[in-house]
């Protein structure tokens, strides 16, 4: 069965540091792999996705997240955080095969520090 | 605006008392879900639809239902409310077969 794996419940970070977010899956396929992010009070939205091809993906608000098949993950990166990127992520992962569903992480939660 | 739009947005109700939580989508989606998110559990699928009339199980069914009579629609039926059900609860619809997800902003459920 599909399982999707955020190590990290909590992470805090200073602004302009740099992010670097954790992710792993088991799934027996290749997967379409996927971070969403959650402000509060909002709906989740879509920060990248990767479905085949370059192994780095580059998503909005700045992010890039890298496949590394042979470690099961997809961790997401950001360079320089804002004060505004403080949110809930959710790594997630799905496959073409079966019915449209997606699998999620149990979310890592990011508080920047001015 | 292309939205997924779902009412209510909050809601206290009753064990027992039954009630649903609308979904409509506007981007002529074919695939729809419903998920439910808990702290530390993250989200969790309750049920998708595949096209209208289609709809399936997914890994947290117990205790509601759904239906898919048109395609824009594809409401979250609880019949008899209980407290286990108190929750955030998110609509979302897809173009494809496991694709992106468009997500509503949430409904947050409390069952006394």
């Known amino acids: 069965a599909q399982s999707v794996t955020q190590p990290d419940i909590h992470i805090t970070v200073s602004e302009g540091a740099s992010l670097e977010l954790r992710c792993n899956y088991s799934?027996?396929?290749?997967?379409?792999l996927f971070w969403y992010v959650q402000s509060p009070g909002q709906g989740l939205q879509l920060l990248l996705k990767?479905?085949?091809?370059?192994?780095l993906v580059q998503g909005i608000k700045g992010f890039e997240a890298e496949f590394k098949r042979s470690q099961s993950s997809f961790n997401l990166r950001k360079p320089s955080v804002h004060w505004s990127d403080a949110a809930e992520y959710f790594c997630?992962?799905?496959?073409?095969?079966?019915?449209?569903?997606?699998?999620f992480g149990q979310g890592t939660r990011l508080t920047i520090n001015p | 605006e292309a939205q997924v739009t779902q009412n209510p947005r909050y809601l206290i109700t009753v064990t027992g008392k039954k009630l649903t939580v609308t979904c409509s989508q506007n981007?002529?989606?074919?695939?729809m879900s419903w998920y439910r998110q808990d702290p530390g559990l993250g989200l969790r699928q309750i049920y998708y639809?595949?096209?209208?009339?289609?709809?399936d199980k997914g890994d947290v069914p117990e205790g509601y239902k759904v239906s898919r009579k048109e395609k824009r629609n594809f409401p979250l039926i609880l019949e008899s409310p209980s407290p286990n059900q108190t929750s955030l609860y998110f609509c979302?619809?897809?173009?494809?077969?496991?694709?992106?997800?468009?997500f509503g902003e949430g409904s947050r459920l409390t069952v006394l």
């Open positions: 979302a619809s897809s173009p494809e077969r496991g694709g992106v997800l468009f």
């Open positions: 981007m002529n989606h074919e695939y």
């Open positions: 990767y479905f085949s091809g370059d192994t």
């Open positions: 799934y027996g396929a290749t997967p379409y």
């Open positions: 997630a992962v799905g496959g073409i095969q079966g019915a449209q569903k997606l699998v």
């Open positions: 639809s595949m096209n209208v009339e289609v709809t």
